[in-house]
């Protein structure tokens, strides 16, 4: 069945340094490509998104990179600083579903000032 | 702006009774969601519905149930709660075509 996997589980940095997570999914047809940001007792709020017509899309110091052909897809943080320490989640809609999302199991980033 | 209200953020209830969780959002749209969130197994779907009285099972239905009566609101029942049903519920709703999830608050449950 469809499947999203995320890596790292844990992922800890020094302010300043970048942050790379990874995600790889199973369908290839599958065409959006969201991150959720979710922070200590709050909700998981979207963050960025790709769609399959576009390889990169930036935001700030935010950034995510897909390949479909090795399915697979990126989110980049530069500059972290001590805010972007939180759980962040990549998800896949895949084709034929009702806007379901399946999410990856998560990335506890952790920025150390 | 975009609001998703769950009907408590903590509850505490004994193995056996009732549950019900609701939520509700007033984005007039047409999918809603229920996860379930539990550390290291990242958010499972439990069920949706993309329209009013359509609900179908996402990948751990078993021991749930739901209801959705009005476009607004979609509730979560767990008719016998369970000890293993303690976890964090999350509600979610879309517009079908945008794609993008807007979560709610979550409900922290225990089930003594």
């Known amino acids: 069945g469809e499947n999203v996997e995320q890596h790292p589980s844990t992922l800890s940095v020094q302010e300043g340094d970048s942050a790379v997570i990874k995600c790889t999914y199973s369908?290839?047809?599958?065409?959006?490509f969201p991150w959720y940001k979710q922070e200590l007792g709050k909700r998981p709020q979207l963050i960025i998104d790709?769609?399959?017509?576009?390889g990169e899309k930036k935001d700030q110091r935010i950034a995510v990179t897909l390949n479909k052909t090795a399915k697979h897809f990126s989110l980049h943080i530069t500059e972290t600083q001590p805010e972007d320490s939180a759980v962040y989640f990549c998800?896949?809609?895949?084709?034929?579903?009702?806007?379901?999302?399946?999410f990856g199991k998560g990335t506890k980033l952790s920025v150390k000032p | 702006d975009v609001k998703v209200t769950q009907s408590s953020r903590y509850l505490v209830k004994r193995t056996g009774e009732k549950v019900f969780l609701e939520c509700v959002q007033d984005?007039?749209?047409?999918?809603m969601f229920w996860y379930r969130q539990d550390p290291g197994l990242g958010l499972r779907l439990i069920y949706f519905?993309?329209?009013?009285?359509?609900?179908e099972k996402g990948d751990i239905p078993e021991g749930y149930s739901v209801s959705r009566e009005k476009k607004e609101r979609f509730s979560l029942i767990l008719e016998s709660a369970s000890t293993n049903q303690t976890s964090m519920y999350l509600c979610?709703?879309?517009?079908?075509?945008?794609?993008?999830?807007?979560f709610g608050p979550g409900t922290r449950l225990t089930v003594l």
């Open positions: 979610a709703s879309s517009s079908t075509g945008r794609d993008e999830q807007f």
């Open positions: 519905s993309y329209d009013v009285k359509m609900k």
């Open positions: 984005m007039d749209h047409e999918n």
């Open positions: 998800a896949a809609l895949f084709r034929g579903s009702q806007g379901n999302l399946i």
């Open positions: 369908d290839s047809a599958s065409n959006y």
């Open positions: 790709i769609r399959s017509n576009v």
